[in-house]
């Protein structure tokens, strides 16, 4: 038997078939394109799921159970999504809908920073460890925690959401209503922000070239391929964005210490270049420096497979 785990995002709808390797076989994908109707993205979902199997070589009856990551607080007893800013769903009932388009398959949720961290515990960079982190800098800033094996979600299943935690007193306005979030900075949505507000600020920026001298063209690597050509807007963008990154990794070494903290996201396919800048800054600023003893940081092994993997390890 397989199991099908999919990723719903603020952009992509992603959905995978997976092994008792956890190897993803077949794989279906879509444009989410939030914020419309809840159950239309379920059913995009749904038929993302469709093409997966189809994409695997295999019929719905050897699907042994589906997952789903979503971005937002759930609830995972009543199989309600109670919240999520990114995709603006308020008292979602999510297996309900889903099982409106597929039937007769058991259902599981949970928040998608906790996938990415349950596929890159049981598949990844936490493999073998018994206390882990994974923060996903995607549309918002996502994280999971693993303390002694398990998964931490908490007496509302919204536990670890870092993301949230304010890094900044009366900051950058956040989409979850409060300010100073750290995902109003830290997130890819906020790099490239930041990347467009430098670029008006110095027009002769090399970062011009790079987007073809229209802003709008502005992604999560534009700032980091200007610094690689030694652009000082660019490099004053990208050392700013990895001092927002390490004041809330600090936060949460100092606050679990686990074994390992891993970085996924598009971002950190930037790999070295964000990750030993990171790590460098956050190693001064841990309470406990005792070099032996301090959490590992690196980037995700599973990229943007781990939210798929894990989701489809839910019903473990």
Request: with cysteine; proline share 2%; net charge negative.
């Amino acid at each position: 038997m397989f199991k099908v785990g999919i990723d719903l995002g603020g952009t992509n709808i992603v959905a995978g078939v997976i092994n008792d390797k956890f190897e993803i076989i077949g794989r279906g994908k879509t444009k989410t394109n939030a914020p419309r109707p809840a159950r239309d993205i379920f059913e995009d979902m749904a038929k993302a799921t469709i093409e997966a199997i189809n994409d695997a070589g295999i019929t719905l009856n050897d699907v042994e159970s589906i997952g789903i990551g979503i971005p937002g607080s759930i609830n995972k007893t009543t199989g309600n999504i109670e919240y999520s800013n990114n995709l603006k769903f308020d008292m979602v009932p999510a297996i309900k809908l889903f099982s409106e388009f597929i039937k007769d398959i058991p259902i599981f949720i949970d928040n998608d920073a906790n996938c990415a961290a349950l596929g890159e515990a049981y598949a990844g960079a936490g493999k073998g460890c018994k206390d882990f982190v994974a923060i996903t800098l995607g549309t918002g800033v996502g994280s999971g925690v693993i303390v002694d094996g398990k998964l931490v979600t908490g007496c509302g299943d919204s536990a670890g959401e870092f993301g949230h935690t304010v890094i900044c007193m009366d900051g950058e306005q956040c989409n979850c209503g409060r300010k100073g979030c750290w995902e109003a900075y830290a997130s890819a949505t906020s790099l490239i922000k930041q990347t467009k507000q430098k670029m008006l600020e110095n027009k002769d920026s090399a970062m011009w070239d790079i987007c073809d001298g229209d802003i709008e063209k502005v992604n999560g690597r534009t700032a980091f391929l200007g610094k690689k050509q030694g652009d000082k807007a660019a490099t004053e963008v990208v050392d700013k964005y990895i001092f927002y990154i390490a004041v809330g990794a600090t936060n949460i070494i100092n606050a679990l210490q686990p074994d390992v903290l891993c970085v996924g996201g598009g971002i950190s396919n930037e790999g070295d270049n964000l990750i030993i800048p990171l790590a460098e800054r956050v190693y001064k600023e841990v309470y406990n420096k005792t070099e032996g003893r301090r959490t590992k940081i690196c980037t995700a092994k599973l990229a943007n497979d781990a939210g798929v993997i894990g989701a489809a390890l839910l019903n473990k």
